[in-house]
Every structure is written in C-alpha cells, then in structure tokens.
C-alpha cells in the first residue's frame, strides 16, 4: 500500500507536449508580425514628419528666395526708372512711309545742351545725314533725252519737307518723350529744277500736270488730260506753230492751239490746247467734260481748261522749250 504524503512521477502526455509546441510555434511568428506592424506605422509617422519638416524647410527656401529675387527686381526697376528720370535715354525715328532714320540716343545727347534740343546742332545733322538718307530714295533723278536735247528730272513726285523736323522732335521733346516718333511732311512738286531755260513749260505725265518755269521759279500749275499709254513721247521740243482754234483732222477744235511734235504715224501734230469742241447736227456745241482732266484721254494732245490753255498761249511763243517727261 502506497502512503498518502508520498508523492508519485510527474508525466506530461506527449500529446500535450507537442500540442503546446505547436501553439508556440505559430504564436510567436503571430506576435512578431503583430509588433512590427504596430510599430510600422510609428516609424512612418515618424519618416513622414522629417520629410513633411523637410519639404517645409524647402518651401520656406524658395519662398525666401523668391522674395529675394523679387526685392531684386524692383530693385532694378526703381534702379531703371531713376536713370530714365535723372539721364534720360533718346531714340528718335524719322520716317516716311515706313522707311525711317534711326537716330540714337549716343548721338542725342551731345545736341542736348542744358536740358534743350540745340536747334543749329539738330538741323546740321539732319543736313549732313538725314536728307543724304532719305535722298537715296526720294531724290533719284533721270536723264531724258531726245534729238532735240536732254535733261535731268527727278523719278519720285515726292518732295520731302525737312525744314520742319526739328519743330516736330522738339515739341515730342519738351514733352518729355523719350521714343519720339516724326512722319515726314512731302509735297507734289515738278521734276526740274527750273535751270534749263530762263523761261519753259514743263509737263509732267505720271502727275498729270503742268509746270511754267520762269527765272528758275513755278510761275503756275496746270492740270492736264495727257496722251493714252503708248501714245505719249519724251524729251525737249520747241514749240513750232501757233493757232487761235485750227480743226483736228476728226473735225474738232482745239482752242489756243499750240503745235510741238509731228507724229508720222498719225500724220498729225501733237500740241497742247484747250479742251476740244465740236459743232452738233442742231447747231450747238458739244465740249469735252472738265472730268477728263488728270485723266490719259488722248491720242497724242496735251490738253487743259480753255482758260489755262489761253495763259500759256499768250505767254509762251515759237521756239520756246516744252520739256515732257513720266
């Protein structure tokens, strides 16, 4: 018989055994994977914050940059603008139709005296390079020429006005423009100079008009109907033969008649004269209209108002010049 304080062999069932180990098995890896993930989140907290502290960091940079950058600039601008206000700098542009001269500010300033446009500065230099400029241009001459003589007459109709670009710079000036803008002034002028005779008529195709040259003076200015492309000539022809109202060889009159050129093939002389007339069926007149001047209506004529034509007929006579160019 066993005694009753004895104590007996502790015996764990090896089912047991490996029922705990297995259970720590799988618990353990649990256990790991659970803490680590909890911790993930601390240490992205943590990895977020240093890169949302740096990005903060970066912000603030360029922010501060940017406002650097900014106080720069303006500044540059108030720099800008108190060297515009205490030394201005000039360009001038003189132009006519798009064709323009450049004037700079380095050749400004030294026309500038106390603050003024010196006008005897100014206008020697346009003088010595504006007009040259705009000359290469507007001032192209030709010679025209026939067996009767030659002359030389300007291609453009254009005359440019320069005796008042310094009026116009210098009220842009006093204004205190900086970039000053100025359009040519021109006139239609003849094509001569008035040099080739003491007294002559000049006829101008591309103008339709008419110069009286005397003493190298325009005495008057006469608006034509002229010769029809292909029927028109050029260069100087004595005036040859006078008539009060002689017949065309249509039948018409030509008032205060004045002959100049023989056209073999017409077989008829051109002249210059009043604008035609013909006698109707019912007794009256037909009279070419006043509207075919400035017009090219004729077959070799040069013709004008009847009055304008009287003029030159009393004022000019055989053997005086008529010079005829485009």
């Not at 026939?146 to 109709?157: H, M, P, R, V």
Request: charged share 25%.
């Amino acid at each position: 018989m066993q005694d009753k304080n004895q104590k007996g062999d502790f015996f764990i069932p090896s089912w047991l055994l490996f029922t705990v180990v297995g259970i720590w098995v799988v618990a353990v890896p649990v256990i790991v994977l659970t803490y680590g993930k909890t911790r993930t989140p601390v240490q992205t907290s943590e990895i977020l914050g240093v890169q949302t502290e740096e990005i903060n960091v970066d912000e603030k940079a360029e922010v501060n940059i940017e406002v650097k950058e900014k106080q720069s600039e303006e500044q540059e601008v108030k720099g800008v603008s108190k060297l515009a206000i205490g030394s201005p700098v000039y360009t001038i542009n003189i132009c006519k139709d798009k064709f323009c001269y450049y004037i700079y500010d380095e050749e400004v300033q030294p026309m500038v005296d106390d603050g003024a446009l010196d006008k005897e500065k100014f206008n020697k230099y346009v003088e010595e390079k504006v007009k040259p400029f705009f000359q290469e241009k507007y001032g192209q001459t030709v010679v025209v020429k026939n067996s009767k003589g030659e002359f030389t007459a300007k291609l453009s109709d254009e005359e440019i006005v320069y005796s008042n670009i310094y009026d116009k710079v210098n009220s842009a000036f006093i204004s205190n423009f900086n970039n000053i803008w100025v359009d040519l002034d021109y006139k239609i002028t003849a094509g001569t100079d008035g040099k080739y005779a003491e007294k002559y008529i000049e006829i101008d195709n591309s103008q339709q008009r008419l110069y009286v040259w005397k003493d190298g003076k325009i005495e008057k200015e006469i608006l034509l109907s002229g010769p029809m492309y292909g029927w028109q000539v050029y260069g100087v022809f004595p005036i040859v033969d006078k008539g009060i109202e002689p017949i065309a060889p249509g039948g018409k009159y030509m008032p205060y008649w004045m002959a100049f050129y023989y056209s073999k093939k017409q077989n008829s002389w051109y002249g210059l004269h009043g604008l035609i007339w013909t006698k109707t069926e019912d007794g009256g007149r037909w009279i070419e209209p006043e509207t075919n001047i400035g017009k090219r209506k004729s077959a070799g004529c040069i013709r004008m108002v009847v009055s304008d034509a009287k003029y030159l007929y009393e004022n000019f006579e055989k053997g005086d010049l008529i010079l005829i160019h485009e």
